[in-house]
């Protein structure tokens, strides 16, 4: 918990606290003194670090947060949109691919390890169209 807190504490001193704080609308002094983990008579609350991960951008409560239960914070990197036709026609192709893969992977009754692995294959092409997908129609 003490890895967290500091983390938090150093987002808000790496990041010009007087600034900080007036985005957020708290108080500058009030800002340090719940950030600052040897405080015990003042604490964050979760709205004050959303303020902070949101108004600074540093992930580095999260990311101690996160490896504190075995887990990595990977940024997801938006697919470059296409037009919405191309786009659909993609992940009509894609999906085209992965019921091909089914069908000749059941013709046996036997699904066999390289079947699977080709499949995945297949279901991760049919992810990455549709993210395309969805960027396209942010941007349409």
């Known amino acids: 918990m003490d890895e967290f807190l500091r983390a938090c504490q ?14 957020m609308g708290v108080p500058h002094v009030s800002l340090l003194q719940r950030a600052n983990p040897d405080n015990d008579a003042h604490h964050l609350t979760i709205e004050h670090l959303f303020g902070i991960l949101l108004h600074t ?8 947060l996160a490896e504190k239960f075995g887990f990595e914070l990977v940024a997801k990197v938006a697919p470059e ?13 894609e999906v085209a691919d992965l019921t091909i893969a ?18 995945r294959k297949e279901l991760g092409h049919v992810r990455r169209s549709l993210d395309v997908m969805e960027q396209s129609v942010k941007v349409a």
């Open 102 to 119: 089914v069908h000749e992977a059941l013709d046996d009754n036997h699904v066999s390890p390289l079947e699977k692995a080709a499949i």
């Open 10 to 23: 150093s987002a808000v001193l790496d990041n010009e606290a007087k600034v900080l704080a007036g985005q």
């Open 81 to 93: 949109p296409r037009a919405l036709t191309a786009s659909l026609i993609n992940v009509g192709k």
């Open 57 to 64: 951008g540093d992930m580095r409560p999260l990311m101690t």
